[in-house]
């Protein structure tokens, strides 16, 4: 079965840490860029940041500094780490993947996990 599955979200309090794994399985994992982005309730789905499948990076101005995002490909797993977590960050993270090179746009990403709510407490 060809899936993402997000996990490690959760409540944290501003200025914490968190980091969020995606778990992905059916695909050709390395040959794929990884990518997040997230949701706000009443908001549009928002870019976060991407790993290339030469594990370049490319980060939204809103988390750079702040995020990181790492791959393993022996283990099908990407990884968006969270640090010095501000209230404005919470929302519904997703991971997707994409043939592309490094997308910013949600609609480059063909595959989707169901998300992973975190919540930032100030």
Do not use: H
């Not at 979200?9 to 840490?17: C, E």
């Amino acid at each position: 079965q060809v899936q993402l599955v997000e996990f490690g979200g959760g409540l944290v309090q501003a200025g914490g840490s968190l980091r969020l794994s995606c778990a992905a399985s059916g695909l050709a994992f390395k040959r794929y860029a990884m990518g997040w982005f997230r949701q706000a309730p009443g908001k549009d789905r928002e870019f976060v940041g991407v790993i290339g499948w030469d594990s370049s990076t490319t980060y939204a101005d809103s988390v750079k500094g702040r995020f990181t995002i790492s791959r393993d490909d022996p283990q099908n797993m990407a990884f968006l780490q969270m640090s010095s977590l501000k209230p404005e960050d919470t929302a519904v993270y997703y991971c997707a993947s994409s043939t592309g090179r490094r997308p910013v746009v949600f609609y480059e990403y063909t595959l989707w996990g169901q998300g992973t709510p975190v919540t930032v407490s100030s």
